[in-house]
Every structure is written in C-alpha cells, then in structure tokens.
C-alpha cells in the first residue's frame, strides 16, 4: 500500500459513529439488571439459620475447624487470631539438641493442630488486632488453647498479657517445646 494512500476504515453499513450497537447496549442493560437485582437481593434478611452464639462468641464443630499457623484458626469461615500469643513463622530454623534442625513455624502448627485435634472450639472475641483479624481467647476440650500453647512452649506470649507470661517463663525454664532448641536461620 503506497504511503500517501488514505487508510480505509470498515465499519457497518448504517451504523454512525458514536453510536453504540445493538449487541453492546443490550450488553450494558444486562449488566445494570444484574447489578440491581444483586442489590436487591442483598438488601433481603438473611435465610440462614441465626447463630445461638452471643454476640463477640464464636463456636464451631471439629469439622469446621481448620489451622491456619500456629495462633490463627479458621472457625466456620472465619479468621480468628489467638489474643495475647505470638509463634513463629514458616520459614525460621529451629535446631533441636541432637542437631537436626526443623522449621519453627510448623512446629508451632501441629502443635495446635494436635491441641485441638477432634474438639470443638469454643472462643470469646474481644477486639482486632493489627491485621485487622479478631482476636480470640479460645479453648478447646475444656483447655484454654492460648495459655496451653505459650505454657508447652510452642508461642511467646506478647508483652502485656500477665498470665501468658508467667506460663512463658516457665516453659523456658523447663526447655519446653521451642525453649528445647537453639534457634538457628534458614539456610
């Protein structure tokens, strides 16, 4: 095609420009009806069955129950992180006394995993903490799991909470859990 040829744009027979089809109005008025009807369906009281748990209490079957990290469980959908307690991430490397080295975080995983292993979860939820998720002090067969996981010491407690602290320092003094190893990095 020779440069000081004018280009040809193809368009439609009866169709101006600035005028949109047939095809992309249809298009838009589907999109609106579907936005209105989501709101008015959300606007509807909700179907689902009302919880007997008041309000700041949250609890949940074992099989609604799953582990996040070793201070965050998942109850019923819901993100829920362990008030006063703080545990390794995933990733840093603990070295147990014979010298094998495992990850910190995972420790610390299974054994809230096992703490709560077929039990149903009972919390009480006061406040958010700095992720915005709920913070919670929960238990579990009869046990508070936060004191259970700072006293085996799988969890440091956070500055502040007293009870929590006093059972980390026992843990340390008994070498329990983490306490049992040095802390090494990842490699």
Known sequence: MPIDRKRRIFRPEGTPLGRPSRGAALTVLAGAFIVTGGAWFGMQPSQAPASTAPPGHLSADPAQV???????LLLRGRTVQLAGVQTAEHGPFCEASSGARFDCGAAA???LAGLIRDSAIDCALNG???N???LAVCSAGGQEINLTMVASGWARAEPGAAALGDAERRARAERRGLWASAWATAD
């Open 66 to 72: 799953r582990v996040i990290d070793g201070s965050t």
């Open 109 to 111: 995983t299974n054994a």
């Open 132 to 134: 915005g998720r709920p």
């Open 128 to 130: 958010a903490g700095q």
